[in-house]
């Protein structure tokens, strides 16, 4: 993974999921693989998301695992080090995204407004995330950027489902799209893994 463009190149959804237990991860990941999906995003909320990233990257190669709510400086260090390939943020501050640039990692910075998507451009971003996507305006607010800002590419994540993803994957300025349920808590902790593979593969099919 060399550029955030890849990132977006990986398939219709990205996989954004809250662990709270490593022995999920190994699983989850895999019943992922099996539906078709070829990433996932660990998010840094818990206390064992670090170990459970790692877990993946070791033990389930054929995923690009990458890390999310990356929102403290040192936070894009230890998701590097625990052996993230790609760093997602909600929203920026300079500071967080020197310390992204310093891992070398693609990124996929958060934006919710058109002078965010700008200052970022000038950074020399061409894609972002844009979160929190329905509430911000939803697919109406994002099809507007596309006039004003052409050369950039969003993966808006936040309140989209299955049933609103196609009025986001048809968008000029859009590619993927991220969300939290292909991989529901209680889907986790029942360890129903089939549930997991049936949900992944009806996102992978939104491609
Ligand atoms: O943790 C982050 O980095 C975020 O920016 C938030 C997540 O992307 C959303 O919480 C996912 O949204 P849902 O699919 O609505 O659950």
């Not at 060399?2 to 990132?7: D, F, G, L, R, W």
């Not at 407004?113 to 697919?139: D, I, N, V, Y």
Request: charged share 20%; with cysteine.
């Amino acid at each position: 993974m060399n550029s955030a463009t890849e990132i977006l190149e990986l398939g219709p959804v990205v996989p954004v999921v809250v662990f709270t237990d490593t022995e999920h991860a190994v699983p989850a990941a895999q019943a992922l693989l099996r539906g078709g999906i070829r990433t996932i995003e660990v998010t840094l909320r818990t206390p064992v998301a670090l170990p459970a990233l790692e877990r993946i990257a070791a033990e389930v190669p054929d995923i690009v695992v990458g890390a999310g709510t990356i929102t403290e400086p040192g936070q894009a260090h230890e998701a590097a080090e625990a052996g993230a390939r790609y760093l997602v943020t909600p929203g920026c501050t300079e500071r967080l995204l020197d310390d992204i640039d310093d891992t070398g990692l693609p990124a996929l910075p958060g934006v919710s407004t058109a002078s965010e998507a700008l200052r970022l451009a000038e950074r020399g971003a061409q894609a972002l995330k844009f979160f929190p996507a329905e509430p911000s305006g939803g697919a109406a607010y994002l099809k507007s950027l596309t006039g004003p800002l052409p050369n950039l590419r969003f993966c808006p994540t936040g309140g989209i489902t299955a049933d609103n993803a196609p009025s986001y994957l048809s968008l000029p300025n859009v590619d993927c799209i991220g969300g939290s349920w292909l991989t529901p808590g209680s889907a986790l902790a029942a360890g129903d893994w089939d549930h997991v593979e049936a949900l992944a593969r009806q996102a992978a099919e939104l491609g």
